[in-house]
C-alpha cells in the first residue's frame, strides 16, 4: 500500500509539471509576437522637419517615408535586425541601432562635396550651390558606361529636356536639341572644349568620351554670355587633368551586334496572287504580264518565270535565255545597250534583309597615363575605336591622340596645354538608308546573283535598278573617305591681391577632308545609266583668343563674383570640288 500510494502521490506532482511547462511554452510565442514599433522625427541641419526622407530596415526591403513634418512610424517586429538605414538626397546616408528603444529623432547632414562641387558656367568656375540659373550637370562616370563612340550617343537620357538623335550607323552624326527646334537651319549647341568653341557641330565624334572629366549643359541666362552663339544652348566640356602618382590605365571592351528581327515579306508566289487580284480589281480585266509566264500561252495560268532577263521572264524550255546568249560588257560603256544578262530565278524567294544584314563587331581599345603634383600635371591617352555596323560593308574607324599638361612656376602662377588629334575613315556611309528601303520593295524572285556570278537585277516593269546588295557593295567600294582634326588651346593663369585671378587663353580647331567617290553605272541594268568620279577636298581653321579676369569674394554666407573680358574669333574655310561623267573606263568593282 505504501508504494502505490507513494505511487499515487507522484502522478499528481508530474501532471502540474507538464502543465507548467505547456503554459510556459505558449507565454513564449506571445511574448515575441509583441509588435516593437519605432518612431520620430527626421530634421536638417537647420532642425525642421524633412518630407520624404527614405526609413528603411537594413537587410529587408520594409520601409516608409518621413510625413510633411519629417516624422515616421515603422515597426521592427517584421525583422530580427534593429538597424534603420535614413537615406534623403542632397544628404548623407546613415545608418541607426535602435537596440530597444521606442522614439528615434535624427538629424541629418549635407553632402558638402555635392554643394562645393565646381561647375564651369561660360568663362568662369562657380560653385553649385551658388547657381541661380538652368545648368544641368551631367555624370560622366554613369554617362560612359555605355559602350558608343561619341558622347552624344551616351548622352541620351541623361539629361532632362535634352533630345538627341542619329542616323545609327557607325560613326553617324548626331544631332543635340537643348532648346528644341527653333529653326529651319541649323539647331545645334555652341560647344565649348577645354574653352575652345565649336560651333554648328553634328559630328563629335573626334571627342573620345574617356577623355571628358566634366561636362555641364547651359539652357538659359548662363549661355547668355557668349551671346547669339548660344541661341540653342550651351554644352561646356572639360578633358582630364593628371593628379597624384603617376598611373597607367588601359581600358579594352568588344561586343557583337546581331539584328533580331525582320519583317515578313511575302514569297514569289504570293507576291504573284496579290499581283493578280489587284489587277483584276483595279482593271477588271484578265491578268497580262510580260514579267511572269502565261503556261500554256492563251490559258489564263500565270505562272513564275524561271528565268529573268531585265523587265521580262521566260520559261526554263524557252530558246530566248540559252546560256550561250549572256552577254555582258563592264569595261565599255559604250557596249552597254549590247548586254543581255540571264538571272535564274528564285523561286522560293531571296531574303533581302537577309543578305544586306550580318553580325558587327563594336572593339575600343584606350590607353592613358597620368600623374601630377604641385609643380604640374600631365595626362596623354590614345583609342582605337573599330566599329562595323550591322549592314553589310558598312564600317567606321578612329585613332584618336590627347595630350593634356600644366606646368606651376610659382603658387599663383599656371601655363597649361590641351591638344587633340583625331584620324577616322569608313566606307559604306554614304546612302545605306536607301538600301534598307530597297529591300522592302525589291523583287523576292530575283538572286543576288546572275548565272555568270555577276549582279542580277530585275523589275516587273519601267526601270530596273540594282539589287540592293549590289548598291551597298558599290556604294562602300566607291568612296574613299577619311579626315583628320585637331582640336586644342594653351592658357596662362595669375592669382594676384587675394581675389582676383587672370586668364589668357588661345585655342585652335583645325579639320581638313579629302574625298574621293566613284559612282557605279548598272550595266545589268535595262537603264544602265552612267558612272562619275568626284574628288573634293575641304578645309576649315578656326582660332580664338580670350583674356578674362575673374573677382572672387566670399563674405560670411554670401559670395560675390564678377567677370571681365574680351575675345577674338577667326574663321577660314576653303574647298575643292572636281566632277568627270560618263568615264570610259569599267565598272566591276
Not at 381 to 386: E, G, I, K, L
Request: net charge negative.
Amino acid at each position: 500500500r505504501e508504494r502505490i500510494s507513494g505511487c499515487a502521490n507522484a502522478r499528481p506532482y508530474a501532471f502540474s509539471s507538464i502543465i507548467f511547462l505547456a503554459i510556459m511554452l505558449g507565454v513564449i510565442p506571445i511574448a515575441f509576437s509583441q509588435p516593437h514599433i519605432v518612431t520620430g522625427r527626421i530634421t536638417n541641419e537647420l532642425g525642421e522637419g524633412i518630407a520624404g526622407v527614405n526609413v528603411v530596415i537594413k537587410g529587408s526591403t520594409i520601409g516608409t517615408a518621413t510625413d510633411l513634418n519629417g516624422r515616421y512610424t515603422i515597426n521592427l517586429e517584421q525583422t530580427t535586425g534593429g538597424v534603420i538605414a535614413i537615406s534623403f538626397i542632397g544628404y548623407n546616408t546613415e545608418e541607426i541601432a535602435v537596440g530597444d528603444r521606442t522614439v528615434v529623432d535624427f538629424q541629418l547632414t549635407p553632402i558638402v562635396k555635392e554643394l562645393q562641387e565646381v561647375v564651369v558656367t561660360g568663362y568662369n568656375l562657380i560653385h553649385k550651390k551658388d547657381l541661380a540659373s538652368s545648368v544641368a550637370v551631367v555624370d560622366v562616370d554613369d554617362m560612359t558606361k555605355t559602350a558608343a563612340s561619341n558622347f552624344a550617343d551616351q548622352l541620351q537620357g541623361k539629361v532632362a529636356g535634352v533630345q538627341i538623335s542619329t542616323t545609327g550607323d557607325p560613326g553617324s552624326l548626331q544631332y543635340v536639341r537643348v532648346r528644341g527646334i527653333g529653326t529651319v537651319n541649323n539647331n545645334e549647341p555652341l560647344y565649348v572644349i577645354d574653352g575652345v568653341p565649336v560651333q554648328n557641330e553634328t559630328d563629335m565624334n573626334f571627342l573620345n568620351p574617356n577623355d571628358i572629366e566634366t561636362m555641364q549643359v547651359l539652357k538659359d541666362a548662363a549661355a547668355s554670355i557668349y551671346g547669339a552663339r548660344a541661341a540653342n544652348g550651351v554644352v561646356v566640356i572639360t578633358t582630364k587633368k593628371g593628379s597624384g602618382h603617376s598611373k597607367f590605365k588601359f581600358d579594352f571592351f568588344t561586343g557583337m551586334q546581331d539584328p533580331q528581327k525582320f519583317p515578313e515579306m511575302a514569297n514569289p508566289s504570293e507576291l504573284l496572287e496579290i499581283q493578280k487580284r489587284l489587277y483584276a480589281g483595279a482593271n477588271g480585266l484578265p491578268f497580262n504580264s510580260t514579267f511572269y509566264v502565261e503556261s500554256p500561252a492563251g490559258s489564263g495560268n500565270w505562272v513564275l518565270p524561271d528565268f529573268l532577263v531585265n523587265t521580262f521572264g521566260y520559261a526554263t524550255d524557252d530558246p530566248t535565255v540559252d546560256p550561250s546568249k549572256y552577254v555582258l560588257n563592264t569595261s565599255d560603256a559604250d557596249l552597254y545597250a549590247e548586254n543581255f544578262p540571264i538571272a535564274a530565278s528564285n523561286l522560293e524567294g531571296t531574303n533581302w534583309f537577309n543578305e544586306l544584314f550580318k553580325p558587327a563587331s563594336l572593339t575600343s581599345v584606350q590607353l592613358s597615363a597620368s600623374g601630377g603634383n604641385t609643380k604640374g600635371s600631365h595626362y596623354f591617352s590614345m583609342n582605337y575605336f573599330d566599329y562595323n555596323g550591322i549592314l553589310i560593308e558598312n564600317e567606321w574607324q578612329r585613332i584618336q591622340a590627347r595630350i593634356n599638361g600644366t606646368f606651376s612656376p610659382g603658387s599663383n602662377f599656371r601655363l597649361g596645354e590641351n591638344m587633340n588629334i583625331t584620324y577616322q575613315t569608313g566606307k559604306g556611309l554614304d546612302a545605306p538608308r536607301f538600301n534598307v528601303e530597297s529591300a522592302y520593295s525589291y523583287l523576292p524572285i530575283v538572286p543576288v546573283h546572275d548565272i555568270n556570278g555577276y549582279w542580277a537585277a530585275g523589275a516587273q516593269s519601267g526601270q530596273t535598278r540594282e539589287n540592293p546588295v549590289a548598291a551597298q557593295i558599290r556604294n562602300s567600294e566607291g568612296l574613299d573617305y577619311h579626315n583628320l582634326r585637331l582640336t586644342g588651346n594653351v592658357f596662362a593663369e595669375l592669382d594676384f591681391l587675394n581675389y582676383f585671378s587672370f586668364r589668357a587663353n588661345a585655342g585652335l580647331d583645325y579639320f581638313e577632308q579629302p574625298v574621293e567617290t566613284y559612282l557605279f553605272a548598272c550595266p545589268e541594268c535595262a537603264q544602265p545609266g552612267s558612272n562619275s568620279l568626284q574628288k573634293a577636298w575641304s578645309s576649315n581653321r578656326n582660332w580664338v583668343v580670350n583674356t578674362i579676369v575673374n573677382f572672387n569674394k566670399s563674405m560670411g554666407n554670401h559670395t560675390l563674383y564678377s567677370l571681365v573680358g574680351w575675345e577674338m574669333r577667326s574663321g577660314f574655310n576653303e574647298g575643292f570640288n572636281a566632277q568627270r561623267r560618263g568615264l570610259k573606263y569599267g565598272d566591276d568593282p
